[in-house]
């Protein structure tokens, strides 16, 4: 049986952290794509996925790869983003989504 680091480590410390890193962050992935999943009703899901994968206020996602994320299937997510649009919260553009009211879709996620 074998004990301590894996042969090399000890050697490389920054090889080590690199692979930790990277492991690190699939595990947070994957746990963030189960609470994406668990998030409740299917506007909570959709508003969920939109706060987490924002970047400068903008999320690019085809309507149709946003309802894979959530389980949806692309009409359903269409409704949501038009309830959410109407409410204030998105502007929905070709395959992305334009976010305004941040905390207040922050809110319908279940997040605050």
Same mark, same amino acid.
């Given at each position: ?6 042969? #090399? ?78 409410? #204030? ?24």
């Amino acid at each position: 049986m074998r004990s301590g680091s894996p042969p #090399g480590w000890k050697e490389r410390p920054s090889l080590a952290w690199h692979w930790l890193h990277s492991v690190s962050s699939r595990v947070a992935g994957f746990w963030n794509r189960v609470i994406e999943l668990l998030a409740g009703d299917l506007e909570a899901q959709v508003a969920f996925v939109l706060v987490r994968r924002a970047e400068h206020g903008v999320v690019h996602l085809s309507q149709a790869h946003l309802a894979e994320l959530v389980g949806g299937n692309r009409s359903s997510v269409n409704r949501v983003l038009k309830r959410l649009e109407e409410q #204030g919260l998105v502007s929905v553009h070709y395959g992305q989504v334009e976010i305004l009211d941040e905390a207040k879709l922050a809110k319908a996620a279940g997040l605050e």
